[in-house]
């Protein structure tokens, strides 16, 4: 339904970026060591696992990039002067947030306003969300993800113009997929994980094109190779008290690690594992390591928090049952066209 | 004519019989790779394979009967002094096509013949007759003129609640204490039914805002906030927005759901009515829930006239 706004909400967001990251003083700092999670027991299910279920939101890690600023090297938290920083942006972020009328002859765009989208409530502890290889940047790609890069980009903003048909656009402006690891990575909204746990289940409920995976516990085999999907085949057990969750046979040259889903595409050979900690009552820190040695020279990892929040609940995201947007572009960009076609004839 | 018979006869015999000596072979040679344990002797019947010890054949196997596996957690038969539902569920019924008994009839392209012809089938509403008010009889008539266009399930939207549990696909039912997840295979669609903290459904979705309540052993759903763009089958039978549905899941044994849905619509129909029909739990080995993500094999039909010209 948002789709017609996403393209002003996406500069909104890179706008937003740029400027936190102006507004922190870049300060030297020797990196403080990694601390360890606090030792918390989380409950237990009636039947015995650890009990993870609930809503939860990555909102806190909006905008913050999958690559660390050069500059910080191998430093991946924030000092505590940077984050004080950064939550006074946030201050100033909720209180605009919080106007509800323009002021009069305000510049005022097309976009939405801004609480339509989703904030972050705290500043985030780490500069990147990738913490493998430790100096935060994700691998070099390979020859293989290289041609495939190219081609990603050529179909998306090269000869093209996304206009000219639906296949233009990425997998989630159609409403498909973001694919596993899109539908984790934090956005501009809709970053809600609802975990439903039953024995030998896991349910994850992702509120943005309303996914839902099946993580089987019960040491069954993968399904056949043969059968690919966008979400793969997820099977999952306990190491303690972390859920871990190994996905595979995806399809291939879909989706990767950019916004929604979106960047080079991963190769059907990408193998995942994901491992998901309740760390506190609110929060479950949630990780992903990415293997894909078709794609990237090296395996990566990315990690961030997801919290639970008073009041923060998933809804229905009927997002191809309502994409206008899609509709509206296409027939946009056919009466531009005509426009112009009949502008040129009257010309000559 | 008797000849024709005495060498098909004696063509079926040597396929049997080259196809079990090739089984044999087969499996004596499975024993040896599998099974170069010492005492492997009388190879030669393929009867020294051991039986594997504990197969994990479905990995779910239920308690009753005694099979799981070493290393798969068994399944309880209760948590939390309720019966457990989790699984993979699938219903038999032709009730897609039709919710109502109905007969065979032709599909909508003839150049594919059988294929997507319709089967006659069984209905699953109680007393097979549907109280449509008289208005919104007219209405069923008309969707049914036109099911082969205004069906829901032709541009891959979400099928709602009673529709999701009835179509040609399997859902998994994952059921904690506070909340029980149903995630259907058929477009992704999905819903959680809220056990505690019921809330009023806050918008009007196609799946519906579920409430969930124990009533003895059986699990009852209410379904409100469904919005009135889902229809029942492929024929026509619809609802308003004013739908609610009640549904009743009980396990009649640890394989098979008894379901059973109250449909009240003031705006559409003069009284209550109700549908039943079994879920079955999907036994094949390894079987596990795939995706439909239809979306893709809808677009040229939604967009398809919005595509830039070639020439």
New interface residues.
């Given amino acids: 339904m948002r789709h017609r706004f996403l393209r002003t909400a996406v500069v909104v967001v890179i706008a937003m970026a740029a400027v936190s990251l102006i507004a922190v003083p870049i300060v030297a700092q020797a990196p403080r060591p990694a601390t360890k999670a606090p030792a918390w027991t989380p409950p237990k299910t009636p039947w015995g696992d650890p009990d993870l279920q609930g809503i939860y939101t990555s909102d806190d890690y909006i905008g913050l990039g999958m690559n660390r600023a050069a500059q910080y090297g191998n430093r991946l938290y924030f000092t505590d002067e940077e984050i004080a920083a950064r939550e006074k942006n946030i201050e100033a972020t909720a209180a605009r947030d919080a106007v509800e009328f323009a002021t009069p002859g305000g510049n005022v765009g097309t976009g939405p306003p801004g609480h339509w989208g989703e904030r972050a409530r705290r500043s985030p502890r780490q500069k990147s969300l990738i913490t493998e290889p430790e100096n935060g940047q994700t691998p070099a790609l390979t020859e293989e993800g290289r041609l495939r890069a190219a081609q990603y980009t050529r179909q998306g903003a090269g000869t093209a113009r996304p206009e000219d048909s639906w296949e233009g656009y990425t997998y989630y402006i159609r409403c498909i997929s973001r694919g596993i690891a899109g539908s984790v990575i934090p956005v501009i909204y809709g970053n809600g994980t609802e975990i439903v746990q039953g024995p030998g289940y896991v349910a994850i409920l992702q509120e943005m094109v309303h996914e839902a995976r099946i993580v089987r516990l019960d040491k069954s085999p993968h399904t056949g190779s043969n059968i690919k999907t966008y979400m793969g085949d997820s099977r999952g057990y306990w190491d303690g008290n972390t859920l871990v969750i190994e996905t595979k046979n995806i399809l291939g040259n879909k989706t990767g690690i950019g916004g929604n889903g979106g960047g080079t595409p991963f190769s059907e050979d990408a193998k995942f594992t994901e491992r998901l900690t309740r760390t506190d009552k609110d929060t479950i820190q949630y990780t992903m390591r990415v293997e894909d040695p078709r794609t990237y020279t090296a395996p990566f990892t990315f990690t961030f928090p997801i919290r639970r929040e008073p009041g923060y609940q998933n809804f229905e995201y009927a997002c191809h049952e309502g994409n206008h947007g899609m509709m509206n572009q296409l027939s946009g960009a056919r009466a531009d066209e005509k426009a112009a076609a009949e502008a040129a004839r009257q010309n000559r | 004519m008797r000849h024709r018979y005495l060498i098909l006869a004696a063509t079926v015999s040597a396929i049997v019989l080259t196809f079990s000596v090739s089984m044999i072979l087969l499996a004596a040679q499975g024993a040896q790779t599998k099974a170069p344990a010492p005492a492997a002797p009388a190879a030669g019947r393929g009867q020294a394979a051991p039986a594997p010890a504990a197969t994990?054949a479905r990995?779910?196997a239920a308690p009753a009967r005694g099979q799981a596996?070493a290393?798969?957690?068994a399944?309880?038969a209760r948590?939390?002094g309720k019966p457990?539902f989790?699984g993979l569920w699938q219903a038999l019924t032709g009730a897609n096509w039709d919710i109502q008994d109905h007969s065979s009839e032709p599909g909508p392209f003839y150049q594919l013949g059988a294929i997507l012809a319709v089967p006659a089938g069984q209905g699953i509403v109680e007393g097979n007759e549907i109280p449509y008010r008289p208005e919104a009889l007219e209405q069923r008539k008309k969707n049914r003129l036109n099911r082969w266009t205004a069906d829901p399930e032709i541009?891959?939207?979400?099928p709602g609640i009673p529709r999701a549990n009835y179509m040609p696909f399997p859902f998994?039912?994952?059921?904690?204490?506070?909340?029980?997840?149903f995630?259907?295979e058929f477009?992704?669609?999905?819903r959680?039914v809220r056990m505690t903290n019921h809330q009023k459904a806050?918008?009007p979705?196609?799946?519906g805002w579920s409430n969930g309540r124990w009533e003895g052993d059986t699990l009852v759903v209410e379904v409100t906030g469904n919005n009135e763009?889902t229809w029942f089958d492929r024929s026509g039978n619809f609802h308003s927005d004013a739908l609610k549905v009640t549904e009743r899941f009980t396990l009649r044994n640890p394989d098979v759901i008894d379901y059973e849905a109250t449909i009240e619509d003031p705006k559409t129909f003069t009284k209550a009515w109700k549908i039943s029909f079994p879920l079955y739990r999907r036994l094949e080995r390894?079987a596990?829930?795939?995706?439909f993500?239809c979306?893709?094999y809808t677009?040229e039909l939604?967009?398809g006239h919005?595509?830039?010209p070639t020439n």
């Fill in positions: 994990p990995g779910q596996a290393a798969a957690p399944r309880p948590i939390a457990n989790n541009k891959c939207y979400m998994t039912i994952v059921q904690g204490t506070t909340t029980i997840a995630a259907y477009a992704t669609a999905n959680v806050p918008v979705s196609w799946m763009q390894n596990s829930q795939l995706e993500k979306v893709e677009e939604i967009y919005l595509r830039k």
